[in-house]
C-alpha cells in the first residue's frame, strides 16, 4: 500500500464549480498536512496547512483532515480558470527522527473551464 | 514576499559530468530541503539541511549527492558522476522550523544527455 495516494484526474469542471479533492494515507504517524498548487514546470506553492483532525478556512479554499479515517480533503469554492493547475497533498510526521521531510501525493490536474 | 531562488533554471550536462545547482533560501529561515521531481511522477524527498549538517536523507541521497551551505545565503546541490536517470526537476524549499510549510523555488530542470 502506498504511503500516499491521490487521484491523479484529470479533472475538469465548469468555472463556478466546487471543487472536491482528496488524499488517503496509510501512515498513522502524519500529522501535519498541507494542499500546495503546482503550475506547469513551476515549484509546488503553499496553499493550506492544517495540524491534526479538523477544518480550515482560507478564502475559497476549505481543508479538512479526518485522521481517524486517513483521509484528508481540499474545497475550492467558485472555482476559476486561475486555478487550473495540480494540486499536490503533502503530510509529515511530528518528530523523531523526522526533520520536516514532507511524504507527497501523486497530484490531482485540475482545469477550469470558462 | 520573501521567495526562493534557485539557479540555473535549466542545466542540461553529459552523462559522468558532475553538477551543482544552486539556491538562495529565505534569508531568515533555518531549515532547508531539497526534493525532486521526475516527469510524470511524485515530488520525492532528498534532503533535509539544519544547523549546518545533514538532518535526514532518503535512500535516493547517496554517495553520488552531497550539499553544502558555503556562505550565509547559498545551499546547494552536487550530482557527481551524473546518470541518464538523474534527470529531473530539483526543487530546493526552505522553512523556518521543521513544523511549518515549505516555500518552494521554481526548481532547476536537469537533463542529463
Known amino acids: 500500500q502506498k504511503e500516499v495516494e491521490q487521484d491523479p484526474g484529470p479533472l475538469s469542471v465548469p468555472e463556478g464549480a466546487i471543487v472536491s479533492l482528496n488524499c488517503t494515507y496509510s501512515?498513522?504517524?502524519?500529522?501535519?498536512f498541507m494542499w500546495y498548487r503546482q503550475y506547469s514546470r513551476k515549484g509546488p506553492e503553499l496553499l493550506m496547512y492544517?495540524?491534526?483532525?479538523g477544518n480550515k478556512e482560507d478564502g475559497r479554499f476549505t481543508a479538512q483532515v479526518d485522521k481517524s479515517s486517513k483521509y484528508i480533503s481540499l474545497f475550492i469554492r467558485d472555482s476559476q480558470p486561475s486555478d487550473s493547475a495540480t494540486y499536490l497533498c503533502?503530510?509529515?510526521?511530528?518528530?523523531?527522527?523526522?526533520?520536516?521531510?514532507?511524504?507527497f501525493g501523486q497530484g490531482t490536474i485540475l482545469t477550469v473551464h470558462p | 514576499e520573501p521567495e526562493v531562488t534557485q539557479t540555473p533554471s535549466h542545466q542540461v550536462t553529459q552523462m559522468g559530468q558532475e553538477v551543482i545547482l544552486r539556491c538562495v533560501p529565505i534569508?531568515?529561515?533555518?531549515?532547508f530541503y531539497w526534493y525532486r521531481q521526475i516527469l510524470g511522477q511524485k515530488v520525492e524527498f532528498l534532503v533535509s539541511f539544519y544547523n549546518n549538517e545533514i538532518s535526514e536523507k532518503s535512500e535516493i541521497f547517496d554517495d553520488q549527492f552531497s550539499v553544502e551551505r558555503p556562505d550565509g545565503s547559498n545551499f546547494t546541490l552536487k550530482i557527481r558522476s551524473t546518470k541518464l536517470e538523474d534527470s529531473a526537476m530539483y526543487f530546493c524549499?526552505?522553512?523556518?522550523?521543521?513544523?511549518?510549510?515549505?516555500?518552494f523555488g521554481s526548481g532547476t530542470r536537469l537533463t542529463v544527455v
Open positions: 503533502a503530510m509529515k510526521d511530528a518528530g523523531g527522527t523526522s526533520y520536516g521531510k514532507l511524504t
Open positions: 492544517t495540524y491534526s483532525s
Open positions: 524549499a526552505s522553512s523556518p522550523d521543521a513544523n511549518y510549510g515549505y516555500t
Open positions: 501512515n498513522s504517524a502524519f500529522q501535519y
Open positions: 534569508s531568515n529561515h533555518l531549515y
